[in-house]
């Protein structure tokens, strides 16, 4: 696989980074800028050489926070560098009707696989009194503890509502929000090329389309958490402080840490 580190700015230059970058630099409606370096997405760990480890060592990130299904993590563990404190908390909600590593489905269950069901169902269900963003808050709450890396498989669902939450958290608004989430059709292309050309050799073009969109980074992915946020909640807002425990305290000792 032939990664391509640099495709923009926010993208951390890591030879094994899949999909690595910075939340950081970002410019809010309200005139502030999130601090550079402290807040991370990602998708999995699992490839970083000895070099990226002194990278991530010596950027002062030592929160890990790893949304992947058990299996996933046991096919493909991370790799911790020193002093990092590493925490796994599985944000599938859909981790008993179906894996979130779908390659791992059987042939005939891919063939009856109904991406567009699938993903509408999983962003529906995401936001919605997710533990594993519960634990982020915890760890956004204290970072005198290291930088955070908050990542899944390929850092796009479970870690794309994950960043949403801290960006409306720390003061975005929706259009920055959305930027940042459609980003990822950037970051991710190598890796996504990747990862079909490897499903090809093994899987039927009807199937390798799907994986095609499940793979693909949509508007309205995101707006389905959104639209699910503000049916179950009324808005962001009241998401953040009923769910996660964000009310407008919370927030400014947050935004008074992580915004310049």
């Not at 890796?191 to 050309?197: A, I």
Request: charge should be negative; hydrophobic fraction near 40%; aromatic fraction near 8%.
């Amino acid at each position: 696989m032939t990664n391509t580190p640099y495709l923009h700015p926010s993208v951390l230059p890591l030879k094994g980074g899949i999909n690595f970058r910075d939340l950081g630099g970002k410019k809010l409606a309200n005139g502030n800028k999130i601090k550079a370096g402290i807040l991370f997405r990602s998708g999995a760990l699992d490839r970083l050489t000895e070099s990226d480890l002194a990278i991530l060592q010596a950027q002062n990130l030592y929160q890990i926070l790893d949304y992947r299904d058990v299996a996933e993590i046991k096919s493909k563990p991370d790799l911790i560098w020193d002093g990092a404190h590493y925490v796994n908390a599985p944000a599938n909600p859909m981790a008993d009707e179906v894996s979130a590593d779908l390659d791992k489905l059987t042939p005939e269950m891919l063939e009856q696989f109904d991406p567009k069901v699938f993903m509408g169902r999983l962003y529906e269900l995401l936001p919605l009194n997710n533990p594993a963003y519960h634990q982020l808050v915890d760890m956004l709450k204290h970072p005198e503890k290291g930088g955070i890396v908050q990542h899944c498989a390929v850092g796009k669902d479970r870690t794309g509502v994950g960043s949403a939450l801290v960006l409306f958290a720390l003061g975005a608004d929706l259009n920055t929000v959305m930027d940042d989430y459609l980003l990822t059709n950037e970051t991710l292309a190598p890796f996504r090329e990747y990862l079909l050309k490897e499903h090809a050799q093994r899987m039927s073009e009807s199937v390798v389309k799907k994986f095609e969109y499940v793979y693909s980074v949509r508007e309205e992915f995101l707006m389905t958490a959104i639209n699910s946020i503000n049916s179950h909640y009324g808005s962001i807002d009241q998401w953040l402080k009923v769910d996660l425990g964000l009310d407008n305290t919370g927030r400014e000792q947050l935004q008074s840490y992580f915004l310049e």
